[in-house]
């Protein structure tokens, strides 16, 4: 094959197995040119570092409820108790979150670890419990949101100006530095023994096991994961609002699937990235702002969101197997 042949070849497979990845850059760009033609037409000047700050700290709780969602899809589960496990952390927060430094590493870590412990719970349930995910996580989502209004009845608490400036600085927009750092967690955990064994049950479990894989010590190390960045999630997401409320998460179960799907993880699990998942996040973030500005009834923007977020996962599916096929 000629070197020029033999280049094109090399790179029609690359995007070929990276397709998930290429689309939904496309659709970021995309969406962020829409965002600004319509913000120019209505606002009469370009988005500035304001809009930027805001869209990226805005973004930063459901980026990690991406990262969450992730793990467990990618084993061919759900977990639907992203969107409580966040709620509760969001209550810890508001109400644990001290002026010290000292108070708030405390605090957090305590929150992590106890987004950690739920996220086991769903996983032992489901590896040595044998129960469907769905069900697990559907009756797990119940009950952490119960807790979190037990825990924060009424929208409430503080949270210091130093941890905010510390997580979501409103002046600038430095919480793309741990979007950086998410990424590199990925691409070394992608790598690890750890990130293959996840991704290699959901490909096909017995096979897995026959090569030597855990699937039980997989999936509760799946599940824990997910527990704790969406536990993260609820600290970022208390820090932009300086205040907590205990069913702001609610919303990020689905909003988590749609930035999985839309980054191209298959929800037949052992396929995709989170890199991939955490740029859904934000084109998801993006389609609402779109509407924002584009002065859209508040009464029909959920119909209008819907409707732009199922033609553009059925598309970026429809490409991902049209390419896939001619490979």
């Given amino acids: 094959m000629p070197p020029r042949a033999a280049r094109r070849s090399l790179l029609a497979h690359a995007i070929a197995r990276n397709i998930g990845l290429v689309l939904v850059i496309f659709l970021l760009v995309f969406s962020i040119f829409l965002y600004g033609l319509i913000y120019g037409l209505t606002e009469g000047r370009l988005p500035g570092g304001f809009e930027l700050t805001s869209t990226v700290n805005n973004t930063m709780p459901l980026v990690l409820a991406a990262m969450a969602q992730t793990l467990v899809v990618l084993t061919r589960g759900l977990d639907l108790s992203v969107g409580g496990v966040v ?10 979150l001290g002026a010290t430094p000292a108070r708030m590493a405390l605090a957090s870590a305590f929150i992590l670890l106890a987004g950690a412990g ?20 559907l009756a797990t989502l119940s009950i952490y949101q119960g807790l979190a209004i037990r825990i924060l009845p009424q929208p409430g608490g503080a949270v210091p100006e130093g941890y905010t400036a510390l997580l979501t600085n409103p002046s600038v927009p430095a919480a793309l530095l741990y979007v950086v750092l998410l990424g590199l967690f990925w691409t070394a955990f992608r790598r690890s023994q750890a990130g293959i064994a996840i991704i ?13 894989i855990n699937p039980l010590r997989a999936k509760l ?9 969406a536990a993260a999630a609820g600290l970022f997401l208390v820090a932009t609002a300086t205040a907590g409320d205990a069913t702001t998460g609610n919303g990020y179960t689905l909003t988590s699937i749609v930035a999985v799907v839309l980054g191209g993880v298959s929800l037949f699990g052992g396929r995709g990235s989170a890199i991939g998942a955490m740029l859904g996040a934000f084109v998801t973030t993006m389609i609402v702002n779109i509407l924002f500005f584009a002065h859209i009834d508040p009464l029909y923007q959920s119909f209008y969101e819907g409707a732009f977020l199922v033609i553009a996962v059925v598309l970026a599916e429809g490409l991902g197997r049209f390419v896939r096929k001619r490979r």
Avoid: H, K, M
């Fill in 87 to 96: 709620d509760l952390a969001n209550a810890l927060g508001a109400i644990s």
């Fill in 200 to 212: 290699a049950i959901g490909n096909d479990e017995g096979a897995a096991a026959a090569n030597g």
């Fill in 221 to 229: 190390l799946a599940y824990t994961l997910s527990g704790f960045f």
């Fill in 118 to 137: 739920l996220g086991l719970v769903n996983g032992i349930l489901v590896a040595y419990g044998r129960l469907q995910p769905i069900l697990v996580t």
